[in-house]
């Protein structure tokens, strides 16, 4: 069974990952519904206004944190192989390294990047909107499903 520090290490993994997994169900179960369900330029100022709301020490210690804690996890679990609880830490780890952390940078950022650069009444915002939301929800359940994966993936290493 892992203990010591290896033990607070992955409980702090199943945490962090498991309330990052909460906040993208978040969205995509009711947060981003309410706002397609807004005209587009009230939609696209409400987003763009959580964009801004996001990056604050409180959400950004959560998502950032998580993914420096899988990654000391993962190297951990590469440089002490233990006995039990190998295999899922490693994809605990690539889960929320891959599949949350990975989305964010490469789709969620950038359409993120595309609709501040918007007015929100303008033509091309009110033509940009419901791809957005489409494209952006369908990342966000990628990254509900890696963080929620992760989480499940730290609570069987635990256990085994």
Request: aromatic fraction near 12%.
């Amino acid at each position: 069974m892992i203990d010591g520090p290896y033990f607070v290490l992955t409980v702090l993994g199943v945490l962090g990952t498991g309330l990052t997994a909460g906040v993208f169900f978040a969205f995509s179960a009711f947060v981003m519904k309410g706002l397609a369900a807004l005209p587009p330029a009230q939609g696209v100022a409400a987003m763009r206004a959580v964009n801004v709301a996001a990056v604050r020490p409180a959400f950004m210690l959560l998502f950032l944190g998580s993914a420096v804690l899988c990654a000391v996890i993962t190297v951990v679990t590469f440089v002490l192989w233990p006995e039990e609880g190998t295999a899922e830490l490693l994809v605990g780890g690539a889960l929320y390294l891959v599949g949350s952390f990975g989305p964010t940078a490469v789709a969620n950022i950038p359409r993120n990047d595309a609709l501040a650069a918007l007015e929100p009444d303008s033509p091309q915002a009110s033509a940009y909107w419901p791809a957005y939301v489409r494209e952006w929800t369908m990342w966000n359940h990628v990254r509900t499903l890696a963080s929620a994966g992760a989480a499940l993936a730290y609570v069987l290493a635990l256990t085994t």
